[in-house]
C-alpha cells in the first residue's frame, strides 16, 4: 500500500496481467485488494509480499475465488477461477554444438517481449569463441530462434532434433542458416553448428635442458653484485632431485658462460638465451659451467638430461557433456604447485565452459581431478573411460574429489539427462 493511503489494509493491483484469470474477472490498476478467498489481506511493506503470493499459491486450480476489493473508495466483489501457474522462468538447457544456453519462452516472457505466443528458443548466454558468438551476425543473450535450416522451430525439443541431425555422422562443424528475433527485428545469420574433433599435439622433439629457472644479469644487478662487466643469468630455483641440483649448483649462482662461451644476455627480453645455447648440446651430454659465487668463480659440470613435455604435448580429453577440459599433468605443473609425483596423481583441468555442468558445481580452471566417485584417477585415458561409463549410466550426482592448491575439495556435479 502506499504510504498516501493512511489504510492499514489491503493490498494494492499495480498492475494486470492481459489474458490472466484477474483480467477476466475485471481486475483493474488502482484497485485495493481487501479480501481474497474469503482471507482478510494486508500488503504494507514489500516484505509481505511472499505471504501474498503463498495465500494465492495454496488455492487448488480451477476453484472459483472471491476478492472484495476497493475501487474509487467502494466495495465491489470480483469473482475469478484459478489457473494453473506456468514457470516465469523454464530451465535452461547447454547447447554445446552452438556455444549457447536457452530456454523456452514462458508465458510471462511472451508477454513481457510482447510476443504474439511462446513460440521460439530464448538465448540466455553466449559462450566466447563457440559456433553462435563467432557468427556474423554474432547472437547475443536474448534473441528468440524461430528457424534452423529452413525449418521452424517452435521450443527446445524442436531445436534439440534439429541440432542432432545436423551434427549426426559429421567430425567438423556445420554452416546452418538461422532465423532469430531481436527485439522488433528479424534476423538472418550463418553458425557453424558442432564440435571440432581435438587434434592429437604429437610430440615434440626433445632437447638437451638445464634443470634451473633463472633472471638475466642486467648492468644494473652486475654492478651491484660486484660483477660489472659481467653478463648472463643468475639462478633463482633448482629443481628438487635435477641433475644441476646434483652437481652442485645453488640458488643465487651467477652463470656466465658454457664450456667458456660467454652467454650474451644482458636485458630482461634475454631470457631465452642460454636455453638455447643448452638445446645445441646433446641430450646426455656434459656441459662445463662457468659459476660466479660470491667473489669466487669456478667451473661446474653439469649432465644435460632431455627437456619434460610442455602442456601443448600432453594427452587431453574434453568432455561433450559437463564441459570441460582436461589433460595430462607436465613436470612444470608438479614445480609449480609443489606436486609430490606419489601422491598428486590425475589429470590437471585446462578449460571449464561457462553455464556447463562442470561450470555450475563450481570446477575450475588448475584444478588436479584426483577421483570420481571414489575411484582414482591416473591419467586422461583413465578420466575418459570413466565419463564415458558416467554418460550411459546417467546418475543424478557425479562427485569429483579434486586438488586445489594446498587443499583437497569435493566438487558435486547435477547433470540434467533428461533435459
Do not use: H
Not at 67 to 95: D, S, Y
Not at 118 to 123: A, C
Not at 138 to 156: H, R, S, T, Y
Not at 272 to 279: D, E, K
Request: proline share 5%.
Amino acid at each position: 500500500m502506499l504510504k498516501e493511503s493512511g489504510r492499514k489494509d489491503g493490498a494494492l493491483v499495480s498492475s494486470v496481467v492481459s489474458g490472466s484469470p484477474a483480467e477476466k474477472a475485471g481486475f483493474q490498476p488502482g484497485d485495493v485488494i481487501l479480501k481474497l478467498g474469503g482471507n482478510d489481506v494486508s500488503v504494507q511493506f514489500s516484505e509481505e509480499l511472499p505471504l501474498f503470493n503463498q495465500t494465492v499459491a495454496a488455492f487448488p486450480v480451477g476453484q472459483e475465488i472471491e476478492a472484495v476489493i476497493l475501487r474509487n473508495g467502494a466495495q465491489k466483489t470480483l469473482k475469478m477461477k484459478t489457473e494453473e501457474r506456468q514457470e516465469v522462468k523454464p530451465k535452461e538447457r547447454e547447447f554445446i554444438e552452438w556455444g549457447f544456453c536457452a530456454s523456452n519462452i514462458s508465458l510471462m516472457q511472451a508477454k513481457e517481449m510482447q510476443r504474439p505466443n511462446q513460440e521460439g528458443v530464448l538465448i540466455s548466454s553466449v559462450r566466447p569463441g563457440g559456433g553462435a558468438d563467432q557468427a556474423k551476425p554474432q547472437l547475443v543473450a536474448g534473441d528468440i530462434i524461430f528457424e534452423v535450416d529452413g525449418k521452424p522451430v517452435k521450443n527446445v525439443a524442436d531445436l534439440v532434433k534439429a541440432t542432432e541431425n545436423i551434427v549426426k555422422g559429421k567430425e567438423e562443424p556445420v554452416p546452418v542458416l538461422v532465423g532469430l528475433n531481436r527485439q522488433q527485428d528479424n534476423y538472418l545469420t550463418v553458425v557453424k553448428v558442432g564440435m571440432r574433433k581435438m587434434a592429437d599435439p604429437g610430440v615434440e622433439v626433445q632437447k638437451a635442458w638445464l634443470p634451473i629457472s633463472s633472471q638475466v644479469i642486467t648492468n644494473d644487478l652486475a654492478e651491484a653484485l660486484g660483477v660489472k662487466g659481467k653478463t648472463g643469468v643468475r639462478i633463482t630455483r633448482l629443481y628438487p632431485g635435477s641433475e644441476a641440483e646434483k652437481a652442485g649448483l645453488l640458488v643465487g649462482d651467477l652463470i656466465v658462460a658454457i664450456d667458456d662461451q660467454e652467454i650474451p644476455a644482458s636485458q630482461p627480453e634475454d631470457i631465452q638465451v642460454l636455453p638455447a645455447m643448452v638445446r645445441q648440446y646433446r641430450i646426455g651430454s656434459t656441459a662445463e659451467l662457468t659459476v660466479v659465487r660470491g667473489k669466487e668463480e669456478k667451473k661446474i659440470s653439469v649432465t644435460l638430461p632431455a627437456s619434460p613435455k610442455l602442456a601443448r604435448e600432453m594427452k587431453s580429453y574434453r568432455d561433450l557433456n559437463f564441459e570441460f577440459t582436461v589433460r595430462d599433468v607436465t613436470f612444470y605443473d608438479r614445480t609449480r604447485q609443489n606436486w609430490d609425483s606419489q601422491t598428486a596423481e590425475g589429470v590437471y583441468v585446462e578449460a571449464v565452459s561457462e553455464g556447463g555442468w562442470a561450470a555450475l558445481g563450481r570446477l575450475a580452471v588448475g584444478d588436479l581431478i584426483q577421483q570420481i566417485d571414489g575411484k582414482p584417477v591416473r591419467d586422461v585415458d583413465s578420466l575418459k573411460t570413466m565419463m564415458k561409463a558416467i554418460a550411459e549410466k546417467k546418475p543424478k550426482t557425479v562427485v569429483l574429489q579434486v586438488k586445489r592448491g594446498i587443499y583437497q575439495q569435493f566438487v558435486e556435479l547435477q547433470p540434467s539427462w533428461n533435459d
